[in-house]
């Protein structure tokens, strides 16, 4: 199973730029979490979607300056949903996935920082860990506005193929990038383009979010 390099590595980098903010006091962990970004029951129901997990990660890291030592942990929240597609002769797959992601942004004497926000759409699919074999994101070939925890927000739609089954496929891979409240968030969908409709599928999931950024 092919694997890009994964969000982990955006919360090392998070961690890396505060290193040097000067948060050397107390003898705790500055810890930081994201809420959990989920599709509503509602949306599930209407696409055929079924939650698989829905799961955190947390990153620690010691910092050292002016003599002293500093822990800093960031929790990242992870959602994902998948819908089984008839895809002819590959059979039953359950190749429709549609995934979210929630980082916390770190605030530290003054200065706030999460490495998604200066980000395009495009760099944080770079990072994207899929469960698609092979997966190979290609050309942006239109954007959508969606609305999406109570503002507008734009999904963009990039062409790609991925390996299914042992078989070369192309998908059409959706992604959102935003902040809410307290947190940036991502919402990426994948599926076979044979798939008719499918791209009403991932709105109604984006649509569905729910999200609390204040835990």
Known sequence: MHTRRGFAALVVVLATVTAGCGFITGQSALAFSASPA??????????????????????????????????????NQR?????????????????????????????????????????????????????????????????RSVQALGSQRTLQRFEGTATLAGSEVDVSVHAAKFKHESDYIVAVGIYPQRLDGEAENVVALTEGLEHDGDD
């Open 38 to 75: 989920t599709t509503s029951a509602d949306a599930l129901s209407e696409t055929g979607y079924e939650e698989i997990a829905v799961a955190n990660s947390t990153v620690t890291r010691n910092f050292s300056a002016a003599g002293q030592t500093r822990q800093v942990e960031v929790t």
């Open 79 to 143: 959602a994902k949903y998948e819908r089984a597609v008839d895809l002819g002769p590959l059979g039953s797959q359950r190749a429709a996935v549609f995934v979210t992601f929630a980082s916390p942004e770190v605030s530290a004497v003054g200065q706030t920082f999460n490495p998604i926000s200066d980000m395009s759409t495009r760099e944080v699919l770079d990072q994207f860990e899929s469960q698609y074999e092979g997966l190979s994101v290609g050309d942006r070939v239109d954007n």
